[in-house]
């Protein structure tokens, strides 16, 4: 789109051409930030799920005023003369395209219930997720369950439901195991469909180093700062960037080195349900000597008042992989609110590389947790250790590449 942009954008102020865009991204107000960092202003449509069924991006058409596709792949610097400066007559007997109405979702409900069919359940999950308000997320959830549970070799189905988790994941209506289950069920469509390249980006944005093609929201910060530098304000984004999403690639792991264990002999009193705790890793499944990046996402319990102490020493995280295994990061401190208060949503991430010797199955990652956590705003606050243990799912070592 920026190149676009800057070479086209005069001919859309002349009044000759019209840009319309189509984006492939799982958080709609990231685009809307994009856009304003880069003051394009066309219409920009949204389709997290891929409706479109695109394998791989950019794409580009340009398209004649009747409707009809006359270049595929035009070159920004002679498009005036390959398109615009060209007559497109209207071809006969071309029929009227009434402008498309929002999904009946009874309508739907009612035909996946009579054709039980894989595909009219996953259109009515499609229609939830997109038109179904704040409960769409779960709705979706269910009705992408049930194409699957009806095709299990139904790939799109699969995907769109790692979609569902996530959103319900970023949402208020977050249930534990929302992001490890997007993880999981992207992993199984691109199982399924190994050159679906967009796919495959949705899992590199929260997975490890190795796989990534390049850092995927580090312009998040550069775009904030502009966007103020001009006076303006910038788009608000409902799930904040983190570290993976952040990272620039590496072209080899590299071991940390050992450190000082923060509480070695483990004296440190236990916390139970002031903060929660879920992990997640990405890719879903990895084979022996590979690389996954894990999180640990931590926030304090909103039914017990909990909040961070912020006015002490920061929350702190201690990585022990299993024997033969490495990490990145042994020890990885989160930097803390300015506030001395704050409720705030945590994601620490590191990165292991998996014994070469691991056998199939299920390997358990441990690591704790120390931090400040208070009950009421004014109640009594205290320092706690908590220990944690993340399963990570091994393959066999021969087939596919997964997680290389």
Known sequence: ?????????????????????????????????????????????????????????PIVTAIDEHGIVRIEDPNPDTIARDFLARS???????????????????????????????????????????WGGP??????????????????????????????????YDSPRRQPGDFQRALDAWQAALDLN??????????????????????????????????????????????EPTGAEIAAPARSFVPAADGEEPDRGGRIVRDTNLIRIETAVAPATVR??????????????????????????????????PEGWSADQHLIEAPSARRAASTETRDLSFEVRVAESAMPGIAMLRAYALYYVCVEVNGQCLFRRRDITVPIRIAPAAGDAVGR
């Not at 954008?9 to 009044?15: I, M, P, S």
């Not at 999904?103 to 359940?121: N, V």
């Not at 779960?138 to 790939?155: T, V």
Request: aromatic share 8%.
């Open 1 to 57: 789109m920026p190149v676009w942009h800057s070479k086209a954008q005069k001919y859309v102020d002349e009044g000759k051409l019209t840009i319309v865009g189509l984006v492939q991204e799982q958080h709609r107000d990231r685009c809307r930030l994009f856009l304003q960092w880069r003051k394009i202003g066309w219409p920009v449509l949204w389709d997290p799920i891929n409706l479109s069924g695109q394998s791989a991006v």
């Open 88 to 130: 497109y007559p209207r071809p006969s007997g071309l029929p009227l395209v009434k402008p498309p109405a929002p999904p009946d979702l009874s309508r739907l409900r009612s035909a996946a219930d009579s054709a039980r069919t894989s595909a009219a359940w996953r259109e009515l999950g499609d229609a939830q997720l997109l």
């Open 135 to 168: 409960a769409g997320a779960q709705q979706a959830i269910e009705s992408y369950r049930r194409a699957i549970a009806l095709d299990p070799a139904d790939a799109v189905a699969r995907f769109r439901l790692g979609v569902a988790h996530r959103m319900r």
């Open 194 to 239: 190994p050159n679906q390249y967009i796919w495959r980006r949705r899992i590199q944005q929260y997975g490890p180093r190795l796989d990534k093609p390049y850092p995927f929201y580090d312009w998040v910060a550069q775009a904030r700062a502009d966007i103020a530098g001009r006076g303006e304000r910038p788009v608000g984004l409902s799930a």
């Open 288 to 321: 022996p000597g590979a690389t996954a990046r894990v999180h640990v996402v931590m926030s304090p319990d909103a039914s017990r008042r909990a909040h961070w102490n912020n006015e002490a020493e920061p929350l702190r995280l201690w990585i022990q992989p």
